[in-house]
């Protein structure tokens, strides 16, 4: 059963924005921190933005602080990360995780994965 579905991604030219959407189907939505993640051909997963249980903290990497936002509806049991002044080396497979009582920079920390999403920035 898929509990994590993201949306959103696609085709973007250089300086230009996406939101994508994470929709989780966790049995308490508010329970859980919620991170970001991206992947690119040849590269490991790394760490992008996170968003404590509560939405009081939030953490990003150096390469999209200023630029990526992460946000929570914990009514609509959802996470989005805005993404603007987009530039190729955005360029990745991004992913969002859940794991519970915790909002961290590390991926074996997240015990819960959706499919991911497809983000291509052109020159």
């Known amino acids: 059963q898929v509990q994590l579905v993201e949306s959103g991604g696609g085709l973007v030219q250089s300086g230009g924005s996406l939101r994508l959407s994470c929709a989780a189907s966790l049995r308490t939505f508010s329970s859980y921190g919620m991170g970001w993640f991206r992947q690119a051909p040849g590269t490991e997963r790394e760490f992008v933005a996170a968003i404590s249980l509560s939405a009081g903290s939030t953490y990003y990497a150096d390469s999209v602080k200023g630029r990526f936002t992460i946000s929570r509806d914990n009514a609509e049991s959802t996470v989005y990360l805005q993404m603007n002044s987009l530039k190729p080396e955005d360029t990745a497979v991004y992913y969002c995780?859940?794991?519970?009582?915790?909002?961290?920079?590390?991926?074996?920390?997240?015990?819960?994965w959706g499919q991911g999403t497809q983000v291509t920035v052109s020159s």
């Open positions: 995780a859940a794991q519970f009582g915790f909002a961290s920079r590390d991926p074996p920390k997240y015990p819960i």
